[in-house]
């Protein structure tokens, strides 16, 4: 089969969960965050290497000042797995093998049970104030993968428990 010379990848981490145990006054928020791998050449030799950052706000009133914020990322939508997360060509079968980790050195792939795979921040929020966590999402495309050319996407369960 004929592969194009040029694949393009992009991993939408589109939908947003704020669960966990409610505190009286206090609220985390956060947005939909995008790991934007761009074009990657078909049969690439090295890995593509990419980041974003997760920003959740906290604010509180009257409640305890220290927060305990916890990030999980869920399975791929197409493998349904975390361990070997896959991005689907936009209107194709072809996938393209790619995961989410926890570190710069890419080793521990980011999952969702918490205290084994997630990420946890400790933020102290004073009274009537907000403060913002930030999580950095390290994201891989593995190297020499046989694609078509085209955009690839997927799409992820963030959730936040605080």
């Given at each position: 089969?004929?592969?194009a010379?040029?694949?393009c ?6 939908l947003f969960?704020l ?5 009286a ?6 947005s ?6 761009g ?20 604010s509180r ?14 399975p ?5 797995s975390?361990?070997d997360?896959r991005?689907?060509?936009?209107g ?8 989410i980790y926890?570190?710069?050195s890419m080793t ?6 918490a ?5 946890e ?10 403060v ?6 390290f994201g891989?495309?593995?190297p ?11 799409s992820?369960?963030l959730?936040?428990?605080?």
């Amino acid at each position: 089969m004929n592969k194009a010379a040029i694949g393009c990848g992009l991993v939408l981490c589109g939908l947003f969960c704020l669960t966990g145990p409610v505190q009286a006054g206090t609220t985390c928020n956060g947005s939909a965050v995008q790991l934007a791998f761009g074009s990657v050449p078909s049969h690439h030799s090295q890995a593509s290497d990419t980041s974003a950052v997760l920003n959740v706000t906290c604010s509180r009133e009257g409640s305890p000042r220290k927060i305990i914020v916890s990030v999980g990322i869920g399975p791929s939508s197409h493998s349904g797995s975390i361990t070997d997360r896959r991005m689907r060509l936009d209107g194709g079968a072809d996938t393209l093998a790619y995961n989410i980790y926890r570190d710069l050195s890419m080793t521990s792939v980011w999952g969702e049970t918490a205290g084994v795979d997630t990420v946890e921040q400790e933020v102290v929020v004073p009274n009537k104030s907000s403060v913002t966590a930030q999580f950095v999402l390290f994201g891989r495309i593995p190297p020499r993968q046989d694609v078509f050319a085209g955009r690839y996407s997927d799409s992820l369960l963030l959730r936040v428990n605080f």
